[in-house]
């Protein structure tokens, strides 16, 4: 990651199925160049019809959520394989955001690697939020207070979700897990030289000889 985290505010959209896997967010077969449109490809199956039509009633396809920023899912999101491009396929859309009880634990660490918020909210507060996106003429409007762990409805409504501290203070300051590691880079030459020091003889060039 290059840029940090930033609070904002965006439209979420409301997925609040179980166990939404990786190979329904990013289907194989936009997956086989390197040059696939990945945020295109996100949710492919329920986005089209084989025709490559869109179908209206995905979420996604509908007015306001077609800019949506921010996504509720719901329970163990992200399961199945342990493709990364699902991540990638979220962002590319504009998602940065996910919101949901749980999340695949391999999921789970592709989304921060990625700069992707994964928070944790409780079932019964997502509820809430799946009813607040969904209102029928309103404004879905959320704000994300990464610093403060809430959820901000545009109608004053706030939801806290979990996140580790160590994650959130590597996507405030937009650091993968390369930046995380050099910013100890002292600590770590300092280790080192005490380790020549003391031990010289580990870090002694290895030699062989071959006899004939």
């Known amino acids: ?24 967010i990013i289907p194989i077969p936009w997956m086989r160049t390197a040059h696939a449109d990945l945020g295109k490809g996100l949710f492919a199956v329920q986005r089209y019809d084989d025709a490559g039509n ?6 996604l396809n509908q007015q306001p959520f ?21 991540v990638w396929a979220l962002v590319q859309f504009g998602i940065k955001c996910v919101f949901a009880p749980s999340f ?49 409805h545009a109608k004053g409504h706030q939801t806290p979700f979990g996140i580790a501290a160590s994650r959130r203070d590597a996507l405030i ?13 002292d600590e770590i030459a300092a280790f080192h030289a005490e380790g020549l020091a003391k031990y010289p003889w580990l870090h002694a060039p290895l030699t062989s000889k071959v006899s004939t």
């Not at 789970?108 to 003429?137: H, M, P, Q, W």
């Open 173 to 185: 300051r937009g650091d993968d897990e390369i930046g995380l590691t050099l910013r100890y880079a």
């Open 104 to 152: 695949a634990d391999i999921f789970y660490e592709n989304a921060f690697r990625n700069g992707l918020v994964a928070g944790i909210i409780d079932k019964s507060e997502l509820e809430t939020c799946f009813a607040l996106s969904a209102e029928g003429g309103g404004d879905p409007v959320f704000s994300v207070d990464l610093i403060g762990g809430t959820l901000i």
């Open 66 to 86: 077609r800019s949506a920023s921010i996504l509720l899912g719901g329970e163990n999101f992200g399961c199945g394989s342990s493709r990364e491009a699902a």
């Open 1 to 24: 990651m290059s840029n940090g985290f930033v609070n904002f505010s965006g439209i979420a959209a409301a997925m609040p199925a179980a166990n939404i896997n990786t190979d329904a």
């Open 54 to 59: 869109e179908r209206p009633e995905f979420v």
